[in-house]
Nanobody
């Protein structure tokens, strides 16, 4: 599946942004979807993941309570609502897809980037203090 992330930009601390990840090529129904981020000079890190139905989600401790991942399978789009943004949230954000059509694992186990099969290009989020 091809992924296209968008919605990044420059925002002041305390502000909000909503990232979108549009999929194409095949349905995302049997995909676990995730968001990762990579700050300059740092390794890529897990942000959030969501299961097929959207009922099971998992978050990094650093964003728990501030970020919300959701999906619209009919629109083949995954979202990341980011509230109460902090300067340390500044990074390129990437969406990713893991094809798990049979016995999908809990999303709480899907925090490593090597679990994901397809990646979109990054969208830059910059939070000013």
């Amino acid at each position: 599946v091809q992924l296209q992330a968008s919605g990044g930009g420059l925002v002041q601390a305390g502000g909000s942004l909503r990232l979108s990840c549009a999929a194409s090529g095949r349905t995302i129904v049997y995909y676990i979807m995730g968001w990762f981020r990579q700050a300059s000079g740092k390794e890529r890190e897990f942000v959030a993941a969501i299961n097929w139905s959207g009922e099971d989600t998992s978050y990094a401790d650093s964003v728990e309570g501030r970020f919300t991942i959701s999906r619209d399978n009919a629109r083949m789009t995954v979202y990341l609502q980011m509230n109460s943004l902090k300067p340390e949230d500044t990074a390129a954000y990437y969406c990713a897809a893991a094809f798990r059509p049979i016995h999908p694992p809990s999303v709480s186990t899907m925090k490593e980037d090597n679990e994901y099969d397809d990646w979109g290009q990054g969208t830059q989020v910059t939070v000013s203090s």
